[in-house]
C-alpha cells in the first residue's frame, strides 16, 4: 500500500467521525431521549471504520516504517543466508556478492546429516578421513553428534567443489547414506537499502534466515507500539462513541464553559474607577463637555494610562462656565456686526399698524 492510499483512507475514517458529530449535533430536533441510537451509530460506524480503513493500515506499517527507517539510518546490517545446495554455491555467493550495497559475502562450511550412524567407531574415523582427504578446499571435519557433521572450508576456499567432494565420499563408501546438505553465509549490507538488497537476495537462490543492525533494531522498536487490528477495531468503535457523546451534549459544554469563565473572570482596574459627570451633562446624548471625575487612585498611579496621559487636567466647573461666557461673548460680537444691517433693511420696509385697542383681529367671514 503506498503513502497516497493511506493518507486517503485516513481521510475518509475523519469524514466518517463528521458524519457521527454531525448526526449528533441534531439533538434539537430528535429529541434526547433518542441519545441511546446516537451512540449505537457512533459504535456501529465506529467498527466499521475500523475494520475496513484502518485494519490495512496496520497491517502495512512495519513496510512502512522500514522505508521511513532505511531513509534515516546509517551504517550496516548483518543478514543471515541459507544457500541452497541444489544449485551452483560458487555462482550464487558471485551472484549475491555482486549486487548493489552488499559489501561483502562470508562463510564458514557445509552440514551434512546422515540416515543413521555407523556401526563403529573405526568406521566413522574412517569416513572423516576419507572426507578430510577428498578436496584441498576442505581444512576440517567437525563430529558435531545426533547424526550431524561439519565440513569446515578454507579461507577463500571454493564450496561448490567441496560438495562435489562429499557427494563422492558418499557414494564410493556404501556403509551409510546422506541425508540432506546444507550451506549457510552471512552477508553484509548497506543499512540504508535493506530492503532491496532483500528482494534481489531471494531472487539468487538463497533464503533469507534473519537480520540484525541498526534498521531491524529501529523497526522492531517502533513496531513494540503498533497494536493489532483486533485494538485497532476496538479503539476505533469506542472513539465512534465518544465523539457521538460529544456531539450530543456539545450545546450544554460550551454553555456551562461561557458561564464559568464568567463566574471566574476577575474585575480589572479598568472596572474599579468610579465614572462621574459634571452637572448639566448628564444627558443620554454625548455631549463634549461631558467628563469624567476619576477616584483618589488615579492621582497616586505612577503611569496614568487610564483615560488620559500624564499632562491630563481635570476639568472642573469653574472652568466650565468660563467656556460657556466666552462662546456667549464671541455670540454678541457677531450679532453687532451684524445688527447695523438689520436696521438699515428694517427702514424700508413699512410698519404695520399697531393694534392699541388690544382687541383681538380676526378675518371676517365671506358672505354667500
Keep these: 500500500m503506498d503513502v497516497l492510499t493511506i493518507i486517503i483512507m485516513l481521510i475518509l475514517f475523519i469524514l466518517a467521525m463528521i458524519f457521527i458529530f454531525s448526526t449528533a449535533l441534531l439533538t434539537p430536533y430528535i429529541g434526547k431521549k433518542n441519545f441511546i441510537s446516537v451512540l449505537m451509530l457512533g459504535l456501529v460506524v465506529g467498527l466499521v471504520g475500523g475494520a475496513f480503513l484502518l485494519s490495512p493500515i496496520v497491517d502495512d506499517i512495519p513496510d ?6 532505511e531513509e534515516s539510518v546509517e551504517g550496516t546490517d548483518l543478514m543471515e543466508l541459507d544457500l541452497s545446495t541444489n544449485g551452483n554455491l560458487t555462482q550464487i555467493i558471485e551472484n549475491i556478492s555482486s549486487i548493489t550495497g552488499v559489501q561483502n559475502v562470508s562463510y564458514e562450511g557445509i552440514t551434512i546429516k546422515i540416515n543413521e550412524n555407523f556401526a563403529t567407531d573405526n568406521d566413522r574415523a574412517r569416513f572423516i578421513n576419507n572426507l578430510n582427504n577428498s578436496n584441498e578446499n576442505i ?8 547424526k550431524e557433521f561439519f565440513v569446515r572450508i578454507t579461507d577463500g576456499g571454493d564450496p561448490q567443489s567441496v560438495l562435489t567432494s562429499i557427494y563422492q565420499t558418499f557414494s564410493s563408501n556404501t ?6 546438505t546444507s550451506m549457510k553465509a552471512n552477508a ?18 538463497a533464503v533469507i534466515l ?7 533494531d529501529q523497526i522492531a522498536t ?11 477495531i476496538l479503539i476505533s468503535g469506542i472513539l465512534g462513541v465518544v465523539v457521538a457523546t460529544v ?7 460550551f454553555t456551562f464553559t461561557s458561564k464559568t469563565k464568567k463566574k471566574s473572570r476577575k474585575t480589572s482596574p479598568r472596572d474599579k474607577i468610579k465614572r462621574k459627570t459634571v452637572p448639566r451633562t448628564n444627558k443620554k446624548s ?24 500624564k499632562n491630563f487636567k481635570q476639568l472642573t466647573e469653574s472652568d466650565l462656565k468660563s467656556k460657556n461666557n466666552s462662546d456667549s461673548n464671541r455670540k454678541k460680537k457677531v450679532s453687532g456686526i451684524f445688527s447695523g444691517i438689520n436696521k438699515n433693511n428694517k427702514k424700508d420696509v413699512p410698519k404695520k399698524g399697531s393694534n392699541t385697542n388690544g382687541t383681538p383681529r380676526f378675518r371676517p367671514k365671506r358672505k354667500d
Design 175 to 180: 556403509y551409510i547414506h546422506l541425508r540432506y
Design 222 to 232: 517502533i513496531n513494540k507500539y503498533v497494536p493489532d487490528k483486533t485494538n485497532v
Design 286 to 309: 454625548s455631549k463634549r463637555d461631558s467628563i469624567d471625575i476619576f477616584n483618589d487612585s488615579f492621582d497616586k498611579s505612577s503611569k496614568q494610562t487610564i483615560g488620559s496621559n
Design 210 to 216: 534473519n537480520v540484525t543492525g541498526p534498521t531491524e
Design 247 to 253: 456531539g450530543f451534549f456539545i450545546d450544554s459544554i
Design 139 to 146: 581444512s576440517n571435519v567437525e563430529d558435531r553428534g545426533e
Design 188 to 205: 553484509t549490507v548497506a543499512a540504508n537499502n535493506i530492503t532491496k538488497i532483500m528482494s534481489a537476495v531471494g531472487n539468487s537462490g
Design 64 to 69: 512502512f516504517t522500514r522505508t521511513i527507517v
